[in-house]
């Protein structure tokens, strides 16, 4: 995400219950196993792994507060599961089926909890389904609605379970598919590639599918009367390009998209999705809390208008966040702290000279500030987990890594990065160890120094290589 600066018992129907998002289809029939995120501890499940998504909304921009949703999550059992949970905040839920056959019982407990007890015992190794159908009010932390009842789905870390439930943890990633249906007029935009597209009684059907592991948080759906582009990369991945009505259309821009996205696959590898391109919502009815951009896997999504900063920036989650996602919270670095500098790289493929601009820049004006250094980058703490030192202080580490090891150990480490953890998980401590193998040098020092240090960095690892020539300044 960029951060501009000028985040009962029973088998009928249950009320709502609103709160922080979290996880997890549980495995004991008592409280639900989660993957013990030290920041998130109610989110996550240890039980089983989603291996897909089938969403399925209705949605009519004249009711807005109002959604039909038909989820059915597959996943296979870690463990036996004689009853297991699922992330769902809000919504009425009229009825639970595991492979089929109604559930012994549901129930909604805690913030988020959608407790299932199937009628039989699901085995260890076993693939089950389980359909869940809900309706009500979308809660307002991950669904937005536009200013002309148009809406979209985004947040971070949370916002899947806003609209459908969920394994809502980004160690849980699954292939997604969603269907969509909206008054006739209106556009449904999805992540990944669109499917048929179908109109009965008044509503169109859109439908999408991603069949690249997506963390949950990812994932998204935009309404609205959308003026869509569509083009080419070289190659032949489709760009989508969505437009809200309110939103101004910006061909060079947009024409500039596939340019950073050639840009950023000469320095991070080719482009890891089957689609590509950007939603741009316009307006939101309410202010609130949905983010000004948002890496939205293989489609980012951006409010107001589509320009290179943030095209540059959510773009380069797509190697850095989505396709190589974090193993926990803590990692958020291996996401903000590259897709930052990346904003650099491009500004020095434009012809600026990184270590006296940016980086000099930068470390002048904060080398007697010391709250400018005292987060850390990896497992800053909890409420920290998206801090403005990952965008900030991260991107002039990776400068500083970079003038430590070398262009060719740093850009290969960024290839190998993306080529060995493609549409997995991997954390920050993994990515240290990665740099040091590649450039065959002692990091440590430095990743103390830069990554878990709480004040400036000593002058050898505040100015290695060519960045030394500015020490004296």
């Not at 959604?67 to 297991?84: P, S």
């Not at 959308?226 to 190659?235: I, W």
């Not at 000469?266 to 951009?293: D, I, Q, T, W």
Request: proline content about 7%; hydrophobic content about 40%; glycine content about 10%.
């Amino acid at each position: 995400m960029r951060r501009l600066l000028s985040r009962r018992r029973g088998s009928t129907a249950v009320p709502a219950v609103v709160a922080a998002l979290g996880v997890a289809l549980t495995a004991v029939p008592a409280a639900g196993a989660t993957v013990k995120d030290p920041y998130f501890p109610d989110d996550g499940n240890s039980g089983y792994d989603v291996a897909h998504y089938d969403v399925r909304i209705a949605y009519d921009p004249a009711r807005t507060d109002h959604l039909d949703g038909d989820t059915t999550v597959t996943a296979r059992a870690n463990q036996a599961l004689d009853r297991f949970d699922l992330d769902l905040k809000g919504f009425e839920v009229a009825s639970v089926t595991v492979n089929g056959t109604p559930a012994k019982s549901f129930s909604r407990s805690g913030a988020h909890k959608l407790a299932v007890e199937p009628a039989h015992r699901v085995a260890r190794g076993a693939t089950f389904a389980v359909r869940v159908r809900y309706a009500g009010k979308p809660d307002a932390e991950g669904w937005h609605t536009l200013a002309d009842g148009g809406a979209n789905a985004t947040g971070e870390p949370h916002s899947a379970t806003s609209w459908y439930p969920s394994n809502d943890h980004p160690s849980d990633k699954a292939t997604f598919a969603l269907i969509a249906t909206v008054p006739d007029g209106w556009t449904a935009i999805g992540n990944g590639l669109p499917g048929p597209t179908t109109a009965q009684g008044g509503t169109t059907t859109f439908r999408w599918h991603e069949d690249r592991p997506m963390a949950t948080y990812l994932s998204t759906v935009a309404i609205d009367r959308f003026t869509v582009h569509r083009s080419e990369l070289p190659g032949g991945t489709p760009v989508i390009t969505a437009y809200s009505p309110d939103v101004p259309v910006d061909a060079a821009t947009e024409a500039q998209q596939r340019d950073i996205l050639a840009f950023l696959a000469s320095k991070f590898g080719p482009y890891p999705f089957s689609s590509a391109g950007a939603v741009v919502v316009g307006r939101p009815k309410e202010s609130g809390n949905r983010p000004l951009a948002l890496e939205t896997q293989s489609r980012p999504t951006y409010t107001g208008a589509l320009f290179d900063a943030p095209v540059v920036h959510e773009n380069t989650h797509q190697w850095f966040g989505d396709s190589v996602s974090f193993t926990d919270w803590r990692d958020g670095c291996i996401a903000e702290c590259f897709a930052q500098y990346a904003n650099q790289l491009w500004e020095e493929h434009k012809g600026a000279n990184l270590d006296t601009g940016f980086y000099a820049r930068v470390v002048d004006a904060n080398k007697d500030n010391p709250a400018y250094w005292s987060t850390k980058l990896y497992d800053p703490g909890v409420g920290k987990e998206l801090d403005p030192a990952l965008y900030f202080k991260g991107s002039l580490m990776l400068h500083a890594l970079r003038r430590t090891v070398g262009d060719d150990a740093f850009f290969a480490t960024l290839r190998r990065w993306t080529g060995d953890h493609a549409y997995g998980n991997a954390s920050f401590p993994q990515f240290e160890a990665l740099a040091a193998k590649v450039s065959g040098k002692d990091l440590k020092g430095f990743f103390d120094a830069w990554a878990h240090g709480t004040t400036i960095p000593a002058k050898k690892y505040l100015y290695p290589g060519s960045l030394a020539a500015l020490a004296g300044r």
